[in-house]
């Protein structure tokens, strides 16, 4: 076969090679323009993602230490700008200046460098990392201590000793029989103020209590215990032994003076030895006893 006969025939084979890259070039084109759509039409605002990961609701699902930090700083941003959210914005933020801790170090205009951030978000971001540093700053907390009758009295007695309607309290208290917290329970009339058991456990759950103390007062002034302050008293020993959060006392405050039950035979359980031991100087001197 000729020259010509050869050229012939790869002719046809030629173009539709053309005709395939042709082709081929045409769709991944077609392909690049649909991704480029696809991509323009990305959820970029908050409100656009799907609501099981937006940060806000994260947050309340599973608390704050399960967010990464644009997550963090996307709440405290609020908003976005144009088409670009704030999660996108917080995104660039840390990338800007590289870790969160140069970050907290920014000054306001080298924040607002970043698009999106203006002078108020700037100021928002300062004073929540200035929060942080204080929060840091602070020295331990001196929690007092619980370590007989009187030492609680103390904590109570200048304020319920003039109220003129009964008020129950609880002293919330940890392993070591330091006071995490005092809640009112209830605050009745002239002669009393009901507590039920569900009230007073459902705050020593919900304050993390090891034990509590149970408080209140007398408006008459006489701290004398009286039937129903000892049924009480039984009744809220027996619920605590099954919650496992033991009565420790139960306090009847009057008028300059105090009734402590377990120290009047009430029925409490041993109390439990502090784990740290007593203090320096401590001996088994007696607070002042009520009347």
Known sequence: MGTAGRDAELAPSLFHRADSGAATERRAVCDLRLSGAALSERPRRIADLPQEI????????????????????????????????????ATSLLGNHGTLDRLAAATPSELRRTTGIGEVKALHLLAAFELGRRLRALPPRTRPVVRRPADAATLVLDELRFCDTERCWVLLLNTRHEVLDRTELTRGGLASSPVHPRELFRAAVRGGAAAVILVHNHPSGDPTPSRADLALTARLCRAGRLMGIPVLDHLIIGDGRYVSLREHGGPFDPVPADPRGPRRGAGPREGPRGA
């Open 54 to 89: 937006r940060p806000r609701e994260r947050l309340l699902r599973h608390g704050a230490a399960a967010l990464s930090s644009a997550e963090l700083l996307a709440i405290l941003l609020r908003t976005g700008f144009r088409d670009h959210g704030a999660l996108e914005v």
